[in-house]
């Protein structure tokens, strides 16, 4: 898998840059919209490598790790995938922390091609967790119990997060009481 990418920019257009690497080879590398990368400019980005469903490889370049980080986050959240992932990190930058702590829906919902549901899902996803980007996602003990017991008996992390989603939507999300969560979580896994 790439992770990272040191090179020369041969090509620029758009949100898209082909950046030639020592070796000679050339990648297609998808950047935000709004950044300033000019044609034989050295460049170095963290890269999020994705094989969508045609089998096809996608590179999306970030300047910061911490952002790659987020994109890695965001794509966890059902209904997210590494396209509108990288759009989210793209358009919102280093804000994304800020808008994600403090539930801003409206700055969700200026993002092209994301609907009002999937931003509201990525905002319960993130509701009341610790943006420590080291430890992304494992700041809430109840939740990591939750999720353990639920992967112990067979279930993916995709249908666990899904589960979490809607037992706070329906209000079943009890932080004080495992067991009854659990509960909860199981008949809403049973339906599918």
Do not use: C
Not at 83 to 92: H, R
Not at 136 to 164: C, H, M, R, W
Not at 170 to 186: S, V
């Amino acid at each position: 898998m790439l992770a990272f990418i040191s090179g020369k920019i041969v090509h620029s257009s758009g949100d898209n840059l082909v950046i030639r690497t020592a070796s000679g080879l050339g990648y297609l590398v998808q950047v935000a919209t709004n950044s300033s990368f000019l044609v034989n400019e050295n460049i170095e980005l963290f890269l999020y490598n994705s094989v969508n469903r045609e089998n096809q490889q996608e590179l999306f370049g970030f300047e910061d790790f911490s952002l790659r980080e987020w994109m890695i986050k965001l794509i966890q959240v059902p209904g997210v995938g590494p396209k509108m992932g990288a759009t989210i990190v793209f358009t919102l930058g280093n804000r994304i922390g800020q808008v994600l702590r403090q539930g801003e829906l409206e700055a969700l919902q200026e993002i092209k091609g994301l609907g009002a549901k999937t931003a509201k899902k990525i905002l319960l996803e993130f509701q009341g967790k610790d943006f420590d980007i080291n430890n992304l996602g494992n700041s809430n003990p109840f939740a990591l119990q939750f999720s353990e017991s639920l992967k112990n008996i067979g279930y993916k992390q995709s249908e666990i997060v899904t589960t979490i989603t809607q037992l706070k939507t329906l209000d079943k999300w009890d932080e004080q009481n495992l067991g009854e969560t659990l509960r909860w979580g199981l008949k809403l896994l049973s339906k599918k």
